[in-house]
């Protein structure tokens, strides 16, 4: 019988670096598979996400992910490595002709199947418009975000794949029991959330009674753990994406 690759215990051979992330984040091959690597001994400490650590964050986030039933966050696990214990995730190769997330001259914003989320001016003065697509696959990931309170959606988080799934990564900044939403994802705010989209939400909440709510037990608090049942049970009263809220900025820095 042929067997797939041991990601777990299998040897992880570090092949390169991502030198423009904030925490120490490396790229990797187990036997192989290439994956993306970040060592909790690289993580920079914040001083808003005092519990735990962010590894433990991107981990819990993949398993909600993985409950609503939409393959938003590629998969994602906690191991050994040459730099210590982290979180591996499975590398994805992007559209590079594709953009989810894109900053445009205002003028040059498409009528259909694009949301405006802000506009400004560039460094000549001339309107810009941050702007994402109006797809399925997106909205799927603004809910996961709100879900997850995502404090962290730049756009560069987003990968468009080449087969117009839509994968969402970075979510250390994850699961805090107090509002910290940021995102570039708000197009739909306010708008109804489809049936689906309900009812991935629904999944989630009746999971945290069981395995669900095991596992994530053992990588975020219990105040956290009960924050997420909260922002289900509300998201399924509202019935809507929710508008920014707060004193805090709703969009992350950078954009992108």
Not at 89 to 116: F, I, K, Y
Request: aromatic fraction near 6%; include cysteine.
């Amino acid at each position: 019988m042929t067997t797939g690759p041991d990601l777990v215990t299998g040897e992880l051979t570090l092949t390169g670096r991502v030198t423009t992330a904030s925490n120490a984040t490396f790229v990797g091959e187990i036997e192989g598979v290439v994956v993306v690597y970040k060592p909790i001994a690289g993580e920079r400490p914040l001083w808003d996400f005092p519990d735990g650590d962010l590894a433990s964050r991107e981990v819990a986030s993949w398993h909600v992910s993985e409950a609503l039933g939409w393959d938003v966050v590629p998969r994602t696990w906690l191991r050994d490595g040459p730099l210590g214990p982290g979180m591996v995730q499975l590398w994805c190769d992007v559209d590079p002709e594709q953009d989810a997330v894109d900053l445009l001259p205002s003028a040059d914003v498409p009528e259909d199947g694009w949301r405006t989320v802000l506009e400004g001016l560039d460094e000549d003065d001339e309107p810009v418009a941050l702007v994402h697509e109006d797809s399925a696959a997106l909205r799927r990931m603004a809910v996961f975000d709100v879900v997850v309170n995502n404090a962290d959606r730049k756009g560069a988080h987003v990968l468009a794949m080449p087969d117009g799934r839509r994968h969402g990564v970075d979510h250390g900044l994850t699961l805090h029991a107090e509002h910290k939403l940021r995102t570039v994802l708000w197009g739909w705010a306010g708008e109804p959330l489809t049936g689906d989209e309900l009812d991935g939400v629904a999944r989630v909440e009746q999971q945290l009674d069981g395995e669900l709510g095991a596992v994530l037990g053992g990588l975020v608090t219990e105040a956290e753990l009960a924050a997420l049942r909260a922002r289900c049970s509300r998201l399924r009263s509202t019935g809507a994406f929710p508008e920014p809220e707060g004193q805090a900025p709703a969009v992350p820095w950078p954009l992108f």
